[in-house]
């Protein structure tokens, strides 16, 4: 969740593969996180479609980004569990 918008667990995960994977495009030249926006990816998932319309595109997808790589279960990271730790 970024805001009032709600996405599919797997389909952030997909995003955040998608945003680790094109990353460095040159090794001499490493792309800022915060200036990439993954809307010109063919297998970007269909649910971030809308996202690519907004001009915080870029920020709406790092933040998304940063919240898939908890190292917390997927059970833990649901709002609704208590008592993972």
Known sequence: QDGDL????????KLK???DGNR????RMV??????SPCQEKHL??????VCKREDAPMIFRRLS??????LCEICAN???AGCF
Not at 24 to 27: A, Q, R, S, V
């Open 6 to 13: 709600k996405f599919p667990l797997e389909s952030v995960k």
């Open 17 to 19: 593969e998608l945003m």
């Open 24 to 27: 460095h495009i040159n090794p």
């Open 31 to 36: 792309v800022p996180m915060a200036s990439y």
């Open 45 to 50: 998932p269909e649910e971030f479609w809308p």
């Open 66 to 71: 940063l919240a898939a790589e908890d190292d």
């Open 79 to 81: 709002a609704a569990c």
